[in-house]
C-alpha cells in the first residue's frame, strides 16, 4: 500500500503492478551501476541502486525493502568491514598513536562544528546534521545514524554527497600526481567493478561461517538491544575472530553486490518529493559545508607534511574525509604510503564509531534541539 498521505495518484507509476516497479528498479540500477563504475565511483554499488530507488520513489512508486534481509545486509557491511581490519593497520596506529589520535581528533571537531552549525541553522534537523557531517565510512555512518533516530535520508543525501565530492577532488589530484613509471594515478579509468571475477569458486565452511555471523547480528542486536547491533555485532565479532585465526571472512562479490543493493534500496525508498525537495533546497549549503570539510582537512594535511615529513599526496588521502573504501581504491593505484593512509581512516572510522553516539548528543544539546534518540 502506498503511504499515508500519500505518493500516489491516477497514473502515476504506483498505478503498475508490483513486478513493474520491481523490474524497473532492479533494470535502473544495473544501469547506474555500469554508469558509476565507468565514471570511476568506488560506491557505486551502493550509490546505483539507492539513487535508483530515489528515483523511483519520487515517480510514485511505493516499494519496501523487506526487513529481515535489510537487518542481514547490514550484517554482510559489518563482516566487510572487520574482514580489512588487520593487523597491520592496527600496528602502524600503534607506532604513530599519539599523531593519529591528534589528526583524529581535529578531523571529528571540524565536522561535530560543521554539523552543529547545520543543525543550529535549520538546514537539517537535530542529530541527522552531526550524522550527516561525521566521518567515517559513509554507509556504516547512514546505519548508525538509523539506529540513533537520526533521519536516514537526509543523512544518506549528505554522506554519499560527500563522497562523491571527495572522490572527485581526490581522483583529480591524483591524477594530476604522475606514478614513477609515467602512469596516471587515481585509478579513475579501472573502475572498481572492472575485471571483478563476480562467481569465483566459494569455499563452503568459511562461506557458511560467514552467513552464521552476518545472521547472528540481527539476532543479537533483537535479544540484547543494541542499537546498530546489525552492522556492529558482525564488525567488532567477526575482527577479532578473523585476526585470531579462528575464522576466515568469506565475501564473494555478488554477495556483497546483493548486500549493498538492499541497503541502497531500502534507504532510498524511504524518500518522499517533500524530503527530496527538502534536501535539493538545501544542496548549496550542503555542498559549502563539504567543501569547506574538505578544506579543513587539506589544511591538516599540510600541518602533516611540515611537522611529520609525509608526502604531500599520502597526507591529503590520509585526512581526506570521505569513506576508507573509496580512498583506499584511489591509494591503491597511486605511488603513495597505502598502510600509512588506511591506518588513519581505519582508525578515525574505529574512533567515530564509538564516541558518535555521544558526539551527536553533545552537539543536539547546544543546538537546542533534542536528538531524536532520546539522548
Do not use: K
Not at 528498479?25 to 539513487?51: D, F, K, N, R, Y
Not at 572487520?82 to 589528526?103: C, E, K, M, N
Not at 537546542?368 to 534518540?373: L, N
Amino acid at each position: 500500500m502506498p503511504d499515508p498521505g500519500s505518493r500516489y495518484c491516477p497514473g502515476s507509476f504506483d498505478s503498475y503492478g508490483r513486478g513493474v516497479r520491481w523490474t524497473a528498479l532492479l533494470v535502473l540500477s544495473v544501469l547506474l551501476v555500469l554508469t558509476l563504475e565507468v565514471a570511476g565511483l568506488p560506491a557505486a554499488q551502493l550509490l546505483g541502486p539507492m539513487v535508483a530507488a530515489i528515483m523511483i520513489a519520487a515517480a510514485g512508486g511505493a516499494l519496501q525493502v523487506a526487513h529481515w534481509p535489510y537487518l542481514v545486509a547490514q550484517g554482510v557491511v559489518g563482516c566487510m568491514i572487520a574482514r580489512s581490519l588487520t593487523p597491520s593497520i592496527l600496528s602502524t596506529v600503534g607506532q604513530d598513536w599519539p599523531l593519529f589520535l591528534a589528526l583524529i581528533g581535529a578531523v571529528i571537531g571540524a565536522s561535530g562544528s560543521l554539523g552543529w552549525l547545520l543543525a543550529r541553522w535549520r538546514v537539517l534537523p537535530g542529530t541527522t546534521a552531526i550524522w550527516g557531517s561525521a566521518p567515517g565510512a559513509a554507509t556504516a555512518m547512514t546505519l548508525l545514524a538509523e539506529a540513533h533516530g537520526a533521519d536516514v535520508r537526509l543523512v544518506a543525501f549528505m554522506q554519499y554527497l560527500r563522497v562523491v565530492l571527495v572522490v572527485i577532488l581526490a581522483s583529480v589530484i591524483a591524477r594530476l600526481w604522475v606514478t614513477p613509471s609515467g602512469e596516471v594515478a587515481g585509478g579513475v579509468a579501472a573502475g572498481p567493478g572492472a575485471g571483478v571475477a563476480w562467481f569465483p569458486p566459494i569455499h563452503w565452511g568459511p562461506f557458511a561461517a560467514t552467513l552464521a555471523l552476518a545472521g547472528f547480528g540481527p539476532v543479537a542486536a533483537w535479544a540484547l538491544r543494541i542499537p546498530a547491533g546489525p552492522l556492529l555485532v558482525p564488525l567488532l565479532l567477526g575482527a577479532v575472530l578473523h585476526n585470531a585465526g579462528v575464522m576466515t571472512i568469506e565475501l564473494p562479490p555478488w554477495l556483497l553486490a546483493a548486500s549493498y543493493a538492499l541497503v541502497g534500496w531500502s534507504i532510498g525508498l524511504r524518500f518522499t518529493r517533500p524530503i527530496l525537495v527538502h534536501a535539493l533546497r538545501a544542496l548549496p549549503r550542503l555542498v559549502a559545508s563539504i567543501l569547506v570539510l574538505i578544506a579543513l582537512c587539506g589544511g591538516l594535511a599540510v600541518i602533516l607534511v611540515l611537522t611529520a615529513g609525509v608526502d604531500p599526496l599520502t597526507a591529503y588521502l590520509a585526512t581526506s574525509p570521505g569513506g576508507a573504501d573509496s580512498v583506499a581504491i584511489i591509494a591503491g593505484s597511486s605511488d603513495v604510503n597505502l598502510p600509512f593512509v588506511m591506518a588513519m581512516q581505519t582508525a578515525r572510522f574505529l574512533v567515530v564509531l564509538l564516541v558518535g553516539p555521544g558526539v551527536a548528543r553533545f552537539f543536539a544539546r547546544r543546538t537546542g534541539v533534542a536528538s531524536e534518540d532520546g539522548g
